[in-house]
């Protein structure tokens, strides 16, 4: 049984479908999410197996001891018709944006915007969307973090925010370890406005909250759209969000903290979520 939503009836009927997305004016070009500068030999692996984007360049550092996924790398650069360029340490690590980026970068093109009704529509054959949204999260390894273990867990998609939050930096792409390239990234101008369009066109959405009445892991969203929305470092979510979600949510906690940051949060709260819909069957 879904949890009712918080402040109004359960739905009594199908909602209806997603409007066609909006037609872009002459001149208007489509925005990317970032991502153009690529850090670290699995994010950069993953970036040329995924092939989802146009790769200019792979560059890597003199000197570094052999390795398979080096050597990956390099194969997969020429079957795509990348070139790599090798250059000394010194100008390597002054083009690097990351502390620590192994001695391999690429230059992109910019991770595709998707719409946010597209991420909310459920294709054919395939799973209920299941969608992970962030309210002002600005710390760039949590992102990625979050963004890598939702990936993990069957996330369909991630919601972000326009302002006030990090995008996709080459530290979320170092973090994320790839997975940016495997999940589809929507972009909106505010998280409440667009939690009311998931909510019209039929996906739950559940605020993970401290103070939530819920525990996460008692909530039965097996067969549902679900959108998991996450709070900020510090503050959690905001009051306009946490007044517009379906349900708040809680981690049960068992040890002497009382909190986790938000991308250990989001990798339990994902996992519990993938965990009812594998139990369901209807992860697949």
Known sequence: MSPARRGRPP?????????????????????????????????????LVAGRRKVHEVVLAAGMDEADILEDIVELAAAARVPVRTVARTKFDSLARTDAPQGVLARAAALAEVDLDVLARRSRNGPAPFLVAVDGVTDPGNLGALIRSAEGNGVTGIVLPRHRAVHVTPAVTKAAAGAVEHVAIAVVGGLPTAIRRLQDLGVWVVGLDAGGPQPIERLTLAEEPVALVLGAEGRGLSRLVRSRCDVLASLTLRGRLSSLNVAAAGAIACYEVARHRAEAGTAD
Do not use: D, F
């Open 11 to 47: 739905r009594q009927s199908r909602p209806r479908g997603p409007e066609p997305p909006r037609r872009r004016t002459t001149g208007e070009r489509a925005r990317g999410v970032g991502g153009e500068q690529v850090e670290g030999r699995q994010a950069v692996r993953e970036l």
